[in-house]
Protein backbone atom coordinates (compact mmCIF):
# COMPACT_ATOMS: atom_id res chain seq x y z
CA UNK A 1 0.00 0.00 0.00
CA UNK A 2 2.77 2.53 0.77
CA UNK A 3 4.35 1.70 -2.32
CA UNK A 4 1.30 2.02 -4.48
CA UNK A 5 0.81 5.27 -2.60
CA UNK A 6 4.44 6.26 -3.36
CA UNK A 7 4.12 5.38 -7.09
CA UNK A 8 0.77 7.70 -7.42
CA UNK A 9 2.50 10.53 -5.61
CA UNK A 10 5.68 10.04 -8.08
CA UNK A 11 3.59 10.15 -11.23
CA UNK A 12 0.75 13.02 -10.37
CA UNK A 13 4.12 15.19 -9.48
CA UNK A 14 5.31 14.48 -12.85
CA UNK A 15 1.85 15.24 -14.81
CA UNK A 16 2.41 18.36 -12.20
CA UNK A 17 5.50 19.69 -12.91
CA UNK A 18 5.51 18.66 -16.94
CA UNK A 19 2.11 21.13 -16.86
CA UNK A 20 4.05 23.87 -15.47
CA UNK A 21 6.78 23.63 -18.05
CA UNK A 22 4.53 23.28 -20.89
CA UNK A 23 2.19 26.02 -19.91
CA UNK A 24 5.22 28.34 -18.86
CA UNK A 25 6.83 28.55 -22.05
CA UNK A 26 4.50 31.11 -22.84
CA UNK A 27 4.74 33.49 -19.95
CA UNK A 28 7.53 35.49 -21.35
CA UNK A 29 5.89 35.87 -24.48
CA UNK A 30 1.91 36.29 -24.11
CA UNK A 31 2.01 39.51 -23.37
CA UNK A 32 4.59 41.50 -25.59
CA UNK A 33 2.38 39.08 -28.45
CA UNK A 34 -0.79 40.55 -27.38
CA UNK A 35 0.42 44.19 -27.62
CA UNK A 36 1.74 43.65 -30.82
CA UNK A 37 -1.69 43.02 -31.82
CA UNK A 38 -2.85 46.52 -31.13
CA UNK A 39 -4.52 46.22 -27.67
CA UNK A 40 -3.54 49.26 -25.26
CA UNK A 41 -2.67 48.86 -21.64
CA UNK A 42 -6.02 48.87 -20.48
CA UNK A 43 -7.28 46.56 -23.19
CA UNK A 44 -4.91 43.93 -22.12
CA UNK A 45 -5.88 44.66 -18.19
CA UNK A 46 -9.35 43.68 -19.69
CA UNK A 47 -8.23 40.74 -21.39
CA UNK A 48 -6.49 39.38 -18.48
CA UNK A 49 -8.93 39.85 -16.00
CA UNK A 50 -11.17 37.57 -17.43
CA UNK A 51 -8.25 34.71 -16.06
CA UNK A 52 -9.03 35.18 -12.40
CA UNK A 53 -12.80 36.15 -13.04
CA UNK A 54 -13.49 33.03 -14.45
CA UNK A 55 -11.30 30.87 -12.01
CA UNK A 56 -13.66 32.38 -9.37
CA UNK A 57 -16.40 30.90 -10.74
CA UNK A 58 -15.37 27.62 -11.74
CA UNK A 59 -12.91 26.24 -9.26
CA UNK A 60 -15.00 25.63 -6.46
CA UNK A 61 -17.10 23.70 -8.97
CA UNK A 62 -13.92 21.80 -10.68
CA UNK A 63 -12.66 20.86 -6.78
CA UNK A 64 -15.83 19.44 -6.06
CA UNK A 65 -15.85 17.90 -9.16
CA UNK A 66 -12.78 15.72 -8.39
CA UNK A 67 -14.06 15.09 -4.83
CA UNK A 68 -17.15 13.18 -5.65
CA UNK A 69 -15.64 11.91 -9.06
CA UNK A 70 -12.09 10.43 -10.79
CA UNK A 71 -9.19 13.10 -10.16
CA UNK A 72 -7.63 11.42 -13.53
CA UNK A 73 -10.16 12.47 -15.80
CA UNK A 74 -11.05 16.07 -14.56
CA UNK A 75 -6.76 16.26 -14.72
CA UNK A 76 -7.29 14.56 -18.43
CA UNK A 77 -10.36 17.56 -19.01
CA UNK A 78 -8.05 20.43 -18.34
CA UNK A 79 -5.32 19.52 -20.45
CA UNK A 80 -7.33 19.17 -23.50
CA UNK A 81 -8.68 22.71 -22.70
CA UNK A 82 -5.58 24.42 -22.03
CA UNK A 83 -4.57 22.95 -26.02
CA UNK A 84 -7.97 24.92 -26.86
CA UNK A 85 -6.50 28.24 -25.36
CA UNK A 86 -2.80 27.75 -26.57
CA UNK A 87 -4.48 27.22 -30.15
CA UNK A 88 -6.69 30.24 -29.40
CA UNK A 89 -3.64 32.29 -28.10
CA UNK A 90 -1.80 31.67 -31.86
CA UNK A 91 -4.82 31.63 -33.89
CA UNK A 92 -7.15 34.33 -32.41
CA UNK A 93 -6.63 38.20 -33.30
CA UNK A 94 -9.62 39.38 -32.14
CA UNK A 95 -10.73 40.83 -28.43
CA UNK A 96 -13.32 37.98 -28.26
CA UNK A 97 -11.63 35.45 -29.56
CA UNK A 98 -8.65 36.38 -26.88
CA UNK A 99 -11.11 36.88 -23.83
CA UNK A 100 -12.22 33.25 -24.79
CA UNK A 101 -9.02 31.64 -24.86
CA UNK A 102 -8.53 33.46 -21.16
CA UNK A 103 -11.53 31.61 -19.95
CA UNK A 104 -10.28 28.66 -21.29
CA UNK A 105 -7.12 28.88 -19.95
CA UNK A 106 -8.27 29.75 -16.54
CA UNK A 107 -10.13 26.96 -15.99
CA UNK A 108 -7.73 24.61 -17.65
CA UNK A 109 -4.86 25.81 -15.48
CA UNK A 110 -7.12 25.79 -12.31
CA UNK A 111 -8.40 21.84 -13.51
CA UNK A 112 -4.79 20.33 -14.12
CA UNK A 113 -2.59 22.30 -11.80
CA UNK A 114 -5.01 22.46 -8.60
CA UNK A 115 -6.01 18.73 -8.66
CA UNK A 116 -2.91 17.32 -9.54
CA UNK A 117 -1.65 19.20 -5.78
CA UNK A 118 -4.79 17.57 -4.48
CA UNK A 119 -4.18 13.72 -6.25
CA UNK A 120 -0.48 14.40 -4.74
CA UNK A 121 -1.83 15.16 -1.50
CA UNK A 122 -3.93 11.93 -1.27
CA UNK A 123 -1.14 10.53 -0.78
CA UNK A 124 0.70 12.00 1.91
CA UNK A 125 0.63 11.63 5.60
CA UNK A 126 0.10 15.04 7.80
CA UNK A 127 3.23 15.50 9.65
CA UNK A 128 5.68 15.26 6.40
CA UNK A 129 2.69 17.26 4.43
CA UNK A 130 4.95 20.35 4.13
CA UNK A 131 8.01 18.03 3.12
CA UNK A 132 6.30 16.00 0.53
CA UNK A 133 4.56 19.14 -0.88
CA UNK A 134 7.20 21.26 -0.90
CA UNK A 135 8.93 18.57 -2.83
CA UNK A 136 6.12 18.53 -5.82
CA UNK A 137 6.18 22.39 -5.59
CA UNK A 138 9.96 22.61 -6.26
CA UNK A 139 9.64 20.02 -9.33
CA UNK A 140 6.81 22.30 -10.76
CA UNK A 141 8.62 25.13 -10.44
CA UNK A 142 12.05 24.02 -11.99
CA UNK A 143 9.95 23.52 -15.25
CA UNK A 144 7.99 26.50 -14.55
CA UNK A 145 11.05 29.03 -14.18
CA UNK A 146 13.42 26.95 -17.09
CA UNK A 147 10.74 26.76 -19.32
CA UNK A 148 9.91 31.06 -19.65
CA UNK A 149 14.03 31.03 -20.97
CA UNK A 150 13.33 28.65 -23.14
CA UNK A 151 9.82 30.07 -24.51
CA UNK A 152 11.61 33.58 -24.73
CA UNK A 153 14.97 31.91 -26.83
CA UNK A 154 12.35 29.94 -29.08
CA UNK A 155 10.55 33.40 -30.13
CA UNK A 156 13.95 35.44 -30.44
CA UNK A 157 15.63 32.79 -32.23
CA UNK A 158 12.88 31.88 -34.56
CA UNK A 159 9.42 33.48 -34.07
CA UNK A 160 7.21 35.40 -31.40
CA UNK A 161 4.79 32.24 -31.95
CA UNK A 162 6.97 29.26 -31.34
CA UNK A 163 6.19 28.73 -27.95
CA UNK A 164 2.42 28.38 -28.33
CA UNK A 165 3.12 25.75 -31.21
CA UNK A 166 5.57 23.42 -28.51
CA UNK A 167 3.42 23.63 -25.84
CA UNK A 168 0.76 22.55 -27.60
CA UNK A 169 2.84 19.32 -28.79
CA UNK A 170 3.82 18.89 -25.58
CA UNK A 171 0.62 19.22 -23.79
CA UNK A 172 -0.88 16.41 -26.63
CA UNK A 173 2.20 14.27 -25.41
CA UNK A 174 0.94 14.30 -21.68
CA UNK A 175 -2.95 13.87 -22.69
CA UNK A 176 -1.93 10.74 -24.39
CA UNK A 177 0.15 8.90 -21.59
CA UNK A 178 -2.46 9.57 -19.28
CA UNK A 179 -5.53 8.84 -21.26
CA UNK A 180 -6.78 5.54 -21.14
CA UNK A 181 -10.24 5.08 -21.82
CA UNK A 182 -11.54 6.19 -18.37
CA UNK A 183 -15.36 5.77 -18.31
CA UNK A 184 -17.05 9.44 -17.01
CA UNK A 185 -19.17 9.03 -13.93
CA UNK A 186 -22.40 10.55 -13.42
CA UNK A 187 -22.68 13.12 -11.18
CA UNK A 188 -25.30 14.89 -9.32
CA UNK A 189 -25.32 18.45 -10.63
CA UNK A 190 -27.15 19.35 -7.02
CA UNK A 191 -23.41 18.50 -5.53
CA UNK A 192 -21.51 21.52 -7.93
CA UNK A 193 -22.73 24.70 -5.79
CA UNK A 194 -19.96 26.60 -5.84
CA UNK A 195 -21.39 29.46 -3.19
CA UNK A 196 -21.69 26.49 -0.72
CA UNK A 197 -18.08 25.67 -1.69
CA UNK A 198 -16.92 28.97 -0.66
CA UNK A 199 -19.37 29.47 2.41
CA UNK A 200 -17.89 25.76 3.73
CA UNK A 201 -14.22 27.75 3.16
CA UNK A 202 -15.07 30.64 5.11
CA UNK A 203 -16.51 28.77 7.84
CA UNK A 204 -12.85 27.91 9.52
CA UNK A 205 -11.08 30.45 10.79
CA UNK A 206 -7.29 29.47 10.03
CA UNK A 207 -9.12 29.45 6.52
CA UNK A 208 -10.35 33.06 6.60
CA UNK A 209 -7.11 34.28 7.05
CA UNK A 210 -5.58 32.56 4.08
CA UNK A 211 -8.07 33.79 2.02
CA UNK A 212 -7.26 37.55 3.02
CA UNK A 213 -3.54 36.91 2.24
CA UNK A 214 -4.19 35.25 -1.01
CA UNK A 215 -6.71 38.15 -2.46
CA UNK A 216 -4.04 40.49 -1.54
CA UNK A 217 -0.93 38.37 -3.09
CA UNK A 218 -2.81 37.75 -6.11
CA UNK A 219 -3.36 41.22 -6.53
CA UNK A 220 0.11 41.52 -7.57
CA UNK A 221 0.08 38.95 -10.28
CA UNK A 222 -0.87 41.17 -13.05
CA UNK A 223 1.86 43.21 -12.25
CA UNK A 224 4.65 40.61 -12.97
CA UNK A 225 2.79 38.68 -15.74
CA UNK A 226 1.08 41.37 -17.32
CA UNK A 227 3.61 44.35 -17.06
CA UNK A 228 6.68 42.71 -15.58
CA UNK A 229 7.54 42.12 -19.12
CA UNK A 230 6.55 45.14 -20.69
CA UNK A 231 8.58 47.08 -18.17
CA UNK A 232 11.43 45.28 -19.30
CA UNK A 233 10.98 45.57 -23.27
CA UNK A 234 9.81 49.22 -23.36
CA UNK A 235 11.22 50.77 -20.52
CA UNK A 236 14.22 49.03 -19.82
CA UNK A 237 14.75 48.91 -23.86
CA UNK A 238 15.78 45.23 -23.73
CA UNK A 239 14.48 41.89 -25.67
CA UNK A 240 12.17 38.91 -24.86
CA UNK A 241 14.82 37.08 -23.73
CA UNK A 242 15.29 39.18 -20.79
CA UNK A 243 12.13 38.55 -19.78
CA UNK A 244 12.68 34.53 -19.58
CA UNK A 245 15.93 35.94 -17.66
CA UNK A 246 13.79 37.76 -15.09
CA UNK A 247 11.45 35.06 -14.46
CA UNK A 248 14.26 32.97 -14.09
CA UNK A 249 15.32 34.93 -10.79
CA UNK A 250 12.14 35.04 -9.70
CA UNK A 251 11.28 31.51 -9.53
CA UNK A 252 14.96 30.11 -9.11
CA UNK A 253 13.94 29.81 -5.09
CA UNK A 254 11.13 28.20 -5.81
CA UNK A 255 13.25 25.03 -6.43
CA UNK A 256 14.24 24.47 -2.64
CA UNK A 257 10.09 24.40 -1.76
CA UNK A 258 10.84 20.90 -0.27
CA UNK A 259 13.23 22.94 2.33
CA UNK A 260 10.80 25.43 3.21
CA UNK A 261 8.08 22.45 3.59
CA UNK A 262 10.65 21.06 6.43
CA UNK A 263 10.79 24.00 8.08
CA UNK A 264 6.91 24.73 7.69
CA UNK A 265 6.62 21.19 9.85
CA UNK A 266 8.79 22.05 12.44
CA UNK A 267 7.51 25.79 12.97
CA UNK A 268 4.02 26.06 12.14
CA UNK A 269 3.07 26.70 8.80
CA UNK A 270 0.78 29.89 9.48
CA UNK A 271 4.28 31.23 10.81
CA UNK A 272 5.55 30.87 7.57
CA UNK A 273 2.94 32.36 5.65
CA UNK A 274 3.22 35.08 6.92
CA UNK A 275 6.93 35.71 6.66
CA UNK A 276 7.13 34.84 3.04
CA UNK A 277 4.11 37.63 2.48
CA UNK A 278 6.07 40.23 4.12
CA UNK A 279 9.80 39.23 2.18
CA UNK A 280 7.53 39.07 -1.01
CA UNK A 281 6.36 42.49 -0.08
CA UNK A 282 9.92 44.05 0.48
CA UNK A 283 10.76 42.76 -2.65
CA UNK A 284 8.30 44.20 -4.57
CA UNK A 285 9.07 47.49 -3.02
CA UNK A 286 13.15 47.63 -4.29
CA UNK A 287 11.14 46.50 -7.30
CA UNK A 288 9.87 50.08 -8.16
CA UNK A 289 13.26 51.77 -7.44
CA UNK A 290 14.86 49.15 -10.58
CA UNK A 291 16.71 51.26 -12.47
CA UNK A 292 19.27 48.58 -14.84
CA UNK A 293 18.02 45.22 -15.17
CA UNK A 294 20.93 43.76 -12.44
CA UNK A 295 19.10 45.64 -9.75
CA UNK A 296 15.91 44.37 -11.35
CA UNK A 297 17.22 40.70 -11.01
CA UNK A 298 18.16 41.19 -7.31
CA UNK A 299 14.96 42.13 -6.08
CA UNK A 300 12.83 39.58 -8.18
CA UNK A 301 14.88 37.09 -6.64
CA UNK A 302 14.57 38.81 -2.96
CA UNK A 303 10.73 38.38 -4.12
CA UNK A 304 11.40 34.61 -5.02
CA UNK A 305 12.55 33.69 -1.49
CA UNK A 306 9.24 35.03 -0.59
CA UNK A 307 6.84 33.64 -2.14
CA UNK A 308 8.50 30.17 -2.31
CA UNK A 309 7.90 29.85 1.67
CA UNK A 310 4.57 31.13 1.38
CA UNK A 311 3.60 28.87 -1.64
CA UNK A 312 4.61 25.92 -0.19
CA UNK A 313 3.48 26.51 3.43
CA UNK A 314 0.23 28.09 2.70
CA UNK A 315 -0.83 24.63 0.39
CA UNK A 316 0.43 22.64 3.38
CA UNK A 317 -1.94 24.44 6.03
CA UNK A 318 -4.62 23.91 3.60
CA UNK A 319 -3.77 20.84 2.51
CA UNK A 320 -4.31 19.44 6.46
CA UNK A 321 -7.55 21.15 7.06
CA UNK A 322 -8.74 19.50 3.83
CA UNK A 323 -7.61 15.87 4.55
CA UNK A 324 -8.97 15.59 7.87
CA UNK A 325 -12.45 16.63 6.31
CA UNK A 326 -11.96 14.85 3.36
CA UNK A 327 -12.73 17.58 1.11
CA UNK A 328 -9.33 18.78 -0.02
CA UNK A 329 -10.41 19.65 -3.63
CA UNK A 330 -12.89 21.10 -2.60
CA UNK A 331 -11.02 23.69 0.01
CA UNK A 332 -8.24 23.90 -2.43
CA UNK A 333 -10.11 25.17 -5.23
CA UNK A 334 -12.23 27.67 -3.22
CA UNK A 335 -8.79 28.89 -1.98
CA UNK A 336 -8.49 29.85 -5.14
CA UNK A 337 -12.05 31.31 -6.14
CA UNK A 338 -11.47 33.72 -2.88
CA UNK A 339 -7.81 34.36 -3.57
CA UNK A 340 -8.59 35.11 -7.18
CA UNK A 341 -11.09 38.04 -6.56
CA UNK A 342 -7.61 40.38 -5.73
CA UNK A 343 -5.95 39.40 -9.11
CA UNK A 344 -9.53 40.05 -11.11
CA UNK A 345 -10.13 43.55 -9.87
CA UNK A 346 -6.17 44.37 -10.10
CA UNK A 347 -6.08 43.53 -13.90
CA UNK A 348 -9.24 46.06 -14.14
CA UNK A 349 -7.09 48.86 -12.03
CA UNK A 350 -3.38 48.52 -12.85
CA UNK A 351 -3.64 49.05 -16.15
CA UNK A 352 -5.01 53.15 -15.24
CA UNK A 353 -2.67 52.96 -12.77
CA UNK A 354 -0.29 52.20 -15.34
CA UNK A 355 -1.77 54.67 -17.81
CA UNK A 356 -1.89 57.32 -15.62
CA UNK A 357 1.35 56.91 -13.27
CA UNK A 358 3.78 54.00 -14.28
CA UNK A 359 4.82 50.80 -13.83
CA UNK A 360 7.26 51.06 -11.06
CA UNK A 361 4.04 53.16 -9.05
CA UNK A 362 2.20 49.99 -9.57
CA UNK A 363 5.04 47.88 -8.02
CA UNK A 364 4.45 49.85 -5.03
CA UNK A 365 1.04 49.92 -4.42
CA UNK A 366 0.88 46.18 -5.03
CA UNK A 367 3.55 45.51 -2.19
CA UNK A 368 1.39 47.90 0.14
CA UNK A 369 -1.11 45.90 -0.13
CA UNK A 370 -0.08 42.70 0.68
CA UNK A 371 1.51 44.01 3.79
CA UNK A 372 -2.14 45.41 4.84
CA UNK A 373 -3.19 41.73 3.85
CA UNK A 374 -0.32 40.89 6.83
CA UNK A 375 -1.96 42.95 9.08
CA UNK A 376 -5.70 42.15 9.08
CA UNK A 377 -4.75 37.72 8.08
CA UNK A 378 -2.18 37.68 11.47
CA UNK A 379 -5.19 37.46 13.99
CA UNK A 380 -6.70 34.82 11.48
CA UNK A 381 -4.05 32.59 11.59
CA UNK A 382 -2.41 33.08 14.95
CA UNK A 383 -2.86 29.52 16.48
Known amino acids: MIIMQFKEYIRFTKVSAFFAFSTALLSPVLAPYLKGLGFSDFQLGIIFSFLPLSIIFFSPVVGKLSDVTNRKIVIEVGIILEILAIALYAFG ?25 AKVQDTIGSKK ?107 LGLSISFVGYALFFLGFMHIFQFWFGKVSDKYGSWKIVLMGCVISAVGMIFMSFSTSFALLALFLFIRGIGNSMWNVSAWALMSDIGEKRKREGGIITSYLSIATIGAFFSFLLSGLVVTYFDIKTLFLLNSIVVLIGVAFSYSFLKK
Not at 93 to 117: K, P
Not at 183 to 200: A, H, M, Q, S
Not at 216 to 231: G, K, Q, S, V, Y
Open 129 to 235: RGEYTGWTESLNYLGGFVAPVIGAILADRFFIKAPFFVSITLLSILFFSLFKGDKIPKVDGKKLNPLKEIKKFLSYRELKGMGILGIAMHATTPAINLFLPLFIIYE
Open 93 to 117: NSFLMISFARVLDAIAATTVSMITL
